[in-house]
């Protein structure tokens, strides 16, 4: 914007210097056409003085030769010659004036056209002067407003730098600061873990024990919590302290009363199962169905009364033939073999329970293991044939597994726990308690974080 301004000005001051010369060359023309004219009249009046001067000689010489040689008629002649002369006199004097007012009024006219023309190149000059000037004044006005908005600028940006730079610092003091304090904790909790081991050592057997009481109470594994008592019946040991006698006694305790607990052997139990699963497709099936018999009746006693001989005697009397003839009642007949399709659904059924036998096994589900047993034993009674040696096999195998325990009562408290706890909480407010004697002894340091959050 600058540059076009100067520009603008440059051409201003280019047209200003063209107008005065063109008003110096008219003004030049003007003058020297004016000198030229003037001399023009100068000589043209001369030129017509000397003529009415020599007509004047010539009359005056011939009017005195006429007086002399015609003295009568001497008036006449002179007042003749005097006409002649007024006539042409005034005859040069109008000739001259009329071209020298012509002259006058075109110098005049001229003039006034170089006068107004030179105006209005004043005029013209004078207002784009006034503009240059205008558009420098608020080029300037714009310069002045931009350099102070860029120097409010660079003040702003002076002091966020300045700032930023402070609240650094103030971040660098508090960094090195908290730096030192972590390094004089850290080497206090050395001194602490040098001085007092044995409070390390007695926080790990909590942690032992409470892990052994979790695992008795979610997951019933005996066997692990066992491991982890003595684990941490050996960090007991390790800390050499009489007054810990009573913590390990607790855990001898726990340990005695978890190794009477009953063991379910449930992997054994597993296996057995998956191998009875496998057999059911290849038991024998019954070539008859034999229904369950109906239970017979409790066998009555002979009572002592003498007047019930009746009775007494016919209850002697069916023990003596009972013992030769054996009389089995059933509520439904007997039917002949089952055919293939309905062979398939009871060794189908026979594997889905013992397959249910093993996910409650796996659970310590004891009740549905028992309850999925009976029912496979019923059914192979039932269905397959029981004088072969493999239904026997089974039959027995499946006796054995109703005896056995698959889910054991654990203790989900632990004797050693609690006094544990109540010794590694005391061992801990101890060491608290010193930590803060010795603090107490120091100054405490400046808190400068909320120096540098509100800087």
Known sequence: MADEQNKDKKNADQK???AVAELAKLEAELKAKSEQRASESRSSSEHSSSQSTSQSTSQSTSQSTSKVSRPSGSKQTSSMSNTRETKGQT???????????????????????????????????????????????????????????TRNTVETVQDNLTALQRNQQNSNDFVLDTQRHLQSLNARIKELGQSQPNTWLAAESLYLVNLA?????????????????????LRLDAMNDPSVFYLREAISVDLAMLANLPSADTESVYLSLSGLISQADTLPLAHIYVPEPVQPAEKQEVSDNASDWKENLKISFQRFFGNFVKVTRRETAVEPELPPKQRWFVRTNVQQQLTMAQHAALKGQQA???????????????????????????????????????????PTELTAQPLLNKYVVGQIQLQQQQLKTQQQDTPPKKDQLNEVTNG
Request: glycine share 2%; net charge negative.
């Open 213 to 233: 009481e979790r695992r008795l109470a979610v997951e019933q594994d005996v066997n692990s919590a066992i491991q982890l008592l003595v684990d941490a019946n």
């Open 368 to 410: 549905i293991y028992n309850d999925a047993l009976s029912k496979v034993e019923k059914w192979i009674k039932q269905y397959f044939d029981v004088t072969d040696v493999a239904v026997v096999s089974t039959l027995n195998t499946l006796s054995e597994l109703q005896r056995k325990p698959i889910s054991v009562s654990t």
């Open 16 to 18: 200003t210097a063209d």
């Open 91 to 149: 005859h040069t004097v109008k000739a001259t004036g009329s071209r020298f007012s012509w002259l006058a009024l075109f110098a005049f006219l001229f003039s006034l056209v170089a006068i107004a023309g030179a105006a209005y190149l004043y005029w013209l000059m004078q207002t784009l002067q006034s503009d240059n000037q205008a558009a420098q004044e608020q080029a300037k006005i714009i310069a002045q407003q931009s350099l102070l908005e």
